[in-house]
Every structure is written in C-alpha cells, then in structure tokens.
C-alpha cells in the first residue's frame, strides 16, 4: 500500500508547489516535469527491449508543430488529440518498416528520423505555405502547462508500472534478453514491438504539443533540437531504463546540471554530455538504482 | 494417421541443399531420433519445423494443422517447442520467469495463479524447484541446459523438439537426462530428437531417420538402422561421439 | 545537363564510397557501430584545413601524413574504448548497445572539442580551383584530385582484401568471428586493426571533402548518416557493395539536387533506405 501513498502525495504536493515558486522556478518545473515525462515514455520502449531510439525530439517537435498549425482551427483538446493521433502513426510506419528488422537498423533509422521530418516540414513550409515560422498565441498560463505535463508524467509512470505487472511487460524482457528465444515461446515480436513503440511516441507527442505554447514562436529548428533526443536517453540510462522510476531519477538532476550548463558554459555543453554518455556506459551500465542494488548487496555480503 | 508429416521439405542456402527432399512422419507419442554426421542438416531441418527458416519447398503439417509459412510464434502456439543446440536462455530473468514465458505465451496461454503453476510443475519436472527466483545468468551449464528443458515443457507442447539436448553431459547427468526424456515419452508426448549419443538413442528411440548432405538416407527401426551399410558409410570418417 | 549531373554525381560518390567503406570495415570486422564516424570524418577535414592554412603544406603532402595519424587514432580508441566493452560484452548481445551507446558519447565528445577549437563557423580552402574540362563538362580540379584519392584509397583497399593473406584473415574475422580463433587468428588484434584502418579511411575521406567543399563542425552527424545507409544497402561487411552503393548514393543525391531540390537530398537518402530495408534488408548485395 505504501508503494501507492507515497507516490501519490508527491503528486499531490507536487500540484501544490507553483504556489511557492517564482516565475522563473516554474519554468524549471515545467522543464524537469517534461523530462521526466520524455526519459519515462522512452524507456517504455526502449528500456527493456534495448532498441536504443534516437528519434525522441521527432515525435515531441511534430507535437509541438500540430500545436502551432492546428491551435486556431480546433480547439485546444482536439489538437492533442490530432497529435497523439499523428504521432501514433509516424510511429506505426517508423515501426512497421524498422522493427522486424535488428535492432541495429531501427537505431539508425530512428538517427535520422528527426532531421528528415525537419527537413520535410521545413520544403514544405517554404514551397507550398510560404511560412517558416508560426506563433502560438494560447490563452494558457504557464501553470496550466505545468499541471498539465504533471499529469501526463504521472500517467506514464502509472502506465509504465501497469505493463512492468501485465502480458506486455512480460514480453518485452524476453524481447530485450533473447528474441529468439521470445519468438518460439510464441511472442508476437513485430506487435509486441510495435505496441510498446506506439504508446510511447504517443507520449512523446503530447508532451511536445503541452509544452509548445512555451515557446510561443515555433519553427522546426527549434522544435526538432536533437539535444532533446540526447538527452533523452541519457537522463534514462543514467538513472536506469529498465526501472519504474529510474528515467525519472535520473531526468531531475541531470534537467538542473543541464540547465546551469547552457547559461554558463554553453560552449563546453556537448563535451559534458559526451563524458557522461561515456561514464555511464562504463561505470553505471545498468544506471544509478541498479548501481545502489549492487553496492547493498555487497555490504551484505561483508557484514 | 501421421501426427507431424514431413513432405519433400527442401531448405536451400545459395548454392547449398542443406535440406533436401526431405520427407518422414511421425506417430502421436512417438519418439524418433533424428542422426546424421555434422552438417549433414539435422538442426536445419528442426528450424525448418520450428520455423526458425522458412523452407524453400515442401509442406510440414502438425496434426493436419500447415506449420510451413508461418511465423515463429505461431507455430510455436501451435504447440510445438523446441531446445537450441548452443543453450539459450534468458539471463536477466530468474528461473521461474524463464520457464513461465512460454506458459503464458504458448498455446495454452494461461495467466496469474494458472502460469505459476504449470511453471513450477516444469521447474520440479527439471529438478530446479529450490533455485526458483535465482537468475538464470547464474546458473552451470548443465543448469542451464535443464532450464531449457523446462521452459519447452512448460509450453505444454504437443511436439517436442530436442536439438543436441544430451551432448556435454557427464555420464551421471546423462543418465538422468535419459531418465527424464523417457519419463516424457512415457507421458505420451511426441518428441523428435537430434541427437550424436548412440547409447541415448538406443535407450529411449524405437526408430530413428538418418541424414546424410541434406538427404534423408534411412528411416528404420533404430537396431537396423545401425548396422545399415549406407549409415556406417555416411558416418565413415566423421567421429561418431560413441 | 544529364551529363553534368553524372559526372558531378560521380566524383561525389567516390567520397561516399570512401566513407562507407571505412564504416564497413568498423561494423564487420571490428563490431562496433560507431555513431562517431562523421565527427572522425570532421577531424580529417579540419586537419587538413588548418594544415594547409597555419603551416602552408599542400594538402596532397598533407594527406599523406593524416592517413597514418587516422590509423593510430583508431588504434588507441579501440583499445582503449572499445576493448573494454568487447571484454565485458561476452558472447551475445550487450556490445552493440553497448558500442553505440559508447561512441554516441564519443560523437558528442569530439563535436565539443571541434567546436571550442575552430568554432561553428562553415570553414573551407580555396586549393585548385579552377575548371577543368572533362568530357565537355567543367569540373572543378580539386573535386578531381579528390576523386582520385578516393579512387586510390578505396581501389588499394579492395585489392589487399581480395588478393592477399591479410584480406583473407579480415575476410575471415568478417564472417564468422567465432570460429576464426581455431584457425589461430587473433580476434583482437585483426579487430583493433579493422576498426584503426576504417578510421583512417574516415579521415581520408574527411580531408578530401575539405579539399572542394564547405563544412561545420556539426556535420559529422550527416555524414555518419549517409555512410550508415550506404554500408546498408550494400549489404553490412560487403566491400563492393558499399563501392556500388556509394557511388549510386553520390549520383542520386547530386541529381535530386540539381533536379528537384537541394532542401530534399537527405530526405532522397532516406527513402532509398526505407526502400532498401523494406525490400531486401540484407542488402542490395548481400546474401540472404
């Protein structure tokens, strides 16, 4: 029961805290919430069944594009729904075309997939609508938008945890582990895949279109920043992609150090994420909270 | 009437007939060994049943059910499960989830208390009751080889296929692994087995098929088969592991 | 026109043919997926800019010292990155995470230095650049001299793999890694020399792109891109496939560009990707 309790009064008092913060720590909690919400979504892919995809920022940037496109001819929730009905179905291509291959294949293909979506948008607003960049102009606070990207957080990890216990999760470890062995003990790997690839960009999506009225004026290089992607994956890996709440843990901290970096050493800011990407694969290759498990297990072992 | 009928089966690599022309039936409940030199096309051959490699021609039934053309999964919901010939199980799981895969996955598909049970039961069957929630990464390769047994019985498989299953045990071991596939026949599953130990077929297969170059050269009862002048001639110059 | 496009098309793909055959080298033989070969391309391409600028030395002469220096580079991130995860890898499944994980970081790491040392301006040398006449069309010389590069480079290449006892063992490490110990080849060492070679092909191919064309320190990823898709379609390990590959690629690209619009040619590589992995994923050349 109180794996339940706690969870749920952090949420509660998470809810409560834009009350005590200034505009400026909002914009933090706005930020840590969408990363934790990003790492968490990508590791429901990507965690167990290690296809490590690279393509985070081009379902979150096509989020935030149905936003800017569809914001004065639908309302607000019809344009998250157009969202995550688009992102779902970039993801059943993405998926269908890559998925049943190696996984080496869909790495490379996710590589790519944000700077080719950015360069269709970007032929087509100049050839055929004429506009490159688009403002949004929402009559939607900044906290809404936090509570918002809250409660989209909170239902990724509740996702998460519900397929951790279902049929699904099940499949996925095998997957992760020995696909030949997955497929002969009569797992569907292509659907298996393909679901688990779906819900998550479905995710991905809606977490770009909520924080895109952020941005105000949108164009597809700011959108489809491949930063977002990067980091992404290493707030997961770091804190543990294979763990309910390791992506999280590790989105939080690394959001903050990230933050301060950009403003103060933005030009050092790429050789910091490449040593941490290195550190990581070499001394936490399972993240932080398997790291903790081994360290307990150890001492035990002493004492 | 046949229970799994194989029929002019062909698996061709290039240039290469690793299968071909292949063509044997078996009973319900029986047990057939499957011999042949290495290379000879034994192991592609359970792929092509499995599913592992789609055949290049011919059909394989199961119970009048067509295998040929369908998925790995399928087949294997179909009731088929099969052991590798380089042991393959799944490291990061314990041992009671290794096993419960293919319960919940497999043609009965059970769930919760259902998929706990039948997991056991293979655990116990194995003789890996006590080290149930250990991780499988951790276990001796002779372990590991009887997880992998369990896992193909907890699928509950109506045909079994066992690819080398005996080769590396100790005599003890193999004693009782010839116990425990016995055990299995006599529980009426049908079971075809690759297997190099002369004294285990012997003891556990009535009746055996034997491949040569991806040709099926006899298939006879075991006895005859042993002493059949196109064997010994197949099995010249290679080491027979006697 | 159609010309044109040809033989413009055709000096370009020689480049990319360079390119996917040092990728080729890496995947096949060594194992490693490296996500960092078009930021290893980027080196060689500054190198020799900054070679050619600060001392003076002419890029043929400067090539010649670069192509070693790529090869020891190689030598010492393999050993001292990638062994390591080789080691612990074991026998299945871990190192390809693991590598692409690894020089992911890598990527970001030598983009980083790049950039704090030469900045994120486009950078290029005027070196040759004077029309010369090639079948009626107007080629500039230094595309030329980088055609021939890559045509020496990647024709020596093919060579020693096909006729000699050290291709044959790489061949052999390419095929079937496992059993290539029992016929006493040393894994490791053919491996570390797979993995220094296809970098020192990477920064081959880096300088002779700087040799004619303008580039920023944030490329690396398009060209990691494109050699990735190359190495695809001709099939993973395959030397003349990435050959063929390359030059179609080269050829595709130079004529969407000219044809249709230059905003769409990496949308053109990626459908030619899309086509290949859904129509034959082993490769244009490969073996089923």
């Known amino acids: 029961m109180t794996k339940l309790i706690i969870p749920l009064l952090a949420l509660v008092a998470l809810a409560f805290a834009p009350n005590f913060v200034s505009a400026y720590g909002l914009g933090l909690l706005i930020g840590a919430a969408t990363y934790v919400t990003l790492a968490s979504a990508w590791a429901l892919f990507s965690g167990h069944t290690h296809y490590v995809s690279l393509a985070t920022v081009a379902f979150y940037g096509t989020g935030a594009y149905c936003m800017a496109v569809l914001n004065e001819a639908l309302p607000y929730w019809a344009v998250l729904l157009c969202a995550g009905g688009i992102g779902a179905t970039m993801a059943a291509l993405v998926g269908l075309s890559t998925l049943r291959l190696q996984g080496v294949y869909f790495v490379i293909f996710s590589f790519g997939l944000a700077e080719l979506v950015r360069q269709l948008i970007t032929w087509y607003e100049v050839n055929v609508t004429g506009t490159l960049g688009r403002y949004i102009f929402l009559d939607i606070s900044a906290r809404d938008i936090y509570w918002q990207m809250l409660a989209l957080g909170a239902a990724t990890i509740a996702l998460t945890a519900w397929i951790h216990r279902s049929r699904l999760g099940m499949a996925l470890r095998v997957i992760g582990d020995d696909e030949a062995v997955a497929a002969h003990s009569g797992i569907n790997l292509a659907r298996v895949k393909l679901i688990a690839f779906v819900l998550s960009a479905v995710i991905l999506t809606l977490a770009g279109a909520i924080t895109s009225p952020r941005y105000v004026y949108v164009e597809p290089a700011i959108v489809f920043n491949p930063t977002v992607s990067f980091l992404t994956v290493i707030m997961a890996l770091l804190g543990g992609a294979n763990r309910l709440w390791g992506p999280a843990l590790g989105a939080v901290p690394l959001f903050l150090v990230f933050e301060w970096l950009s403003t103060n050493f933005p030009d050092s800011y790429p050789i910091f994420m490449g040593l941490l990407f290195i550190g990581v694969v070499f001394l936490l290759p399972d993240g932080i909270l398997a790291g903790i498990e081994k360290l307990r297990a150890r001492r035990k072992v002493q004492s | 009437m046949s229970f799994l009928a194989i029929e002019h089966a062909v698996k061709q690599f290039g240039g290469l007939r690793a299968v071909d022309d292949v063509s044997f039936s078996l009973k319900r409940g029986e047990i057939v060994g499957l011999l042949g030199p290495n290379g000879s096309g034994k192991t592609t051959l359970i792929n092509l049943i499995s599913g592992a490699l789609p055949a290049s021609a011919g059909t394989i039934t199961l119970n009048g059910q067509q295998l040929t053309g369908l998925r790995r999964d399928k087949i294997a919901r179909c009731g088929v499960a099969r052991t590798f010939q380089l042991v393959r199980i799944l490291p990061s799981l314990t041992l009671i989830e290794n096993v419960k895969i293919p319960a919940v996955f497999g043609h009965k598909a059970h769930w919760g208390a259902a998929a706990e049970r039948v997991a056991k039961d293979a655990l116990a069957m194995v003789g890996l009751s006590e080290r149930a929630t250990m991780s499988a990464g951790d276990l001796t390769y002779i372990d590991q080889k009887r997880l992998e047994l369990a896992r193909a019985l907890a699928a509950e498989p109506e045909l079994l296929l066992l690819d080398e299953w005996l080769a590396g045990l100790n005599p003890t071991e193999l004693e009782e692994g010839i116990k425990l596939i016995s055990e299995l026949r006599d529980s009426g599953l049908t079971i075809l087995m690759v297997e190099h130990i002369i004294d285990a077929v012997r003891a556990l297969c009535p009746r055996v098929v034997v491949m040569n170059s991806g040709k099926l050269i006899a298939d006879e009862q075991t006895d005859k088969a042993l002493t059949d002048p196109a064997v010994v001639t197949a099995y010249l110059g290679e080491d027979v592991d006697a | ?288």
């Open chain 3, 1 to 288: 026109m159609i010309l044109t496009t040809l033989i413009l098309g055709l000096v370009l793909g020689s480049t990319y043919a360079l390119l996917a055959l040092g990728l080729t080298l890496q995947y096949g033989i060594a194992r490693i997926m490296n996500l960092a070969y078009g930021e290893l391309t980027l080196v060689g391409a500054f190198v020799l800019v900054a070679v050619f600028q600060q001392l003076g030395l002419s890029p043929l002469i400067a090539m010649i010292l670069i192509a070693p220096a790529g090869y020891a580079l190689g030598w010492f991130l393999y050993q001292g990155m990638m062994r390591p995860l080789v080691k612990r890898s074991g026998a299945r499944g871990r190192l390809e995470v693991d590598s692409i994980l690894a020089t992911f970081g890598l990527l970001f790491l030598i983009q980083g230095i790049l950039l704090m040392l030469f900045g994120a301006n486009f950078t290029s040398i005027s070196y040759l650049d004077r029309g010369v006449n090639v079948l009626g069309v107007s080629v500039a010389l230094n595309r030329l001299i980088a055609f021939g590069i890559c045509v020496v480079a990647g024709g020596a290449l093919v060579l020693a793999l096909a006729k000699t006892r050290w291709g044959l063992i790489m061949r052999a490490v390419a095929l079937t890694p496992g059993s290539a110990p029992l016929v006493g080849i040393d894994v490791n060492k053919v491996a570390r020399q797979g993995f220094a070679l296809g970098t020192a092909l990477a920064v081959v191919a880096g300088a002779s792109i700087a040799m004619y064309q303008t580039f920023s320190a944030t490329d690396g990823v398009v060209f990691t891109m494109k050699a990735l898709v190359i190495v695809i379609m001709g099939g993973v390990g395959n030397v003349k496939g990435a050959l063929v590959a390359g030059i179609a690629l080269g050829l595709l690209e130079t004529f969407v560009a000219t044809a249709i619009d230059p905003g769409l040619t990496l949308a053109a590589t990626f459908a030619i990707f899309l086509v290949v992995l859904l129509w034959r994923p082993q490769g244009l050349f490969g073996a089923r």
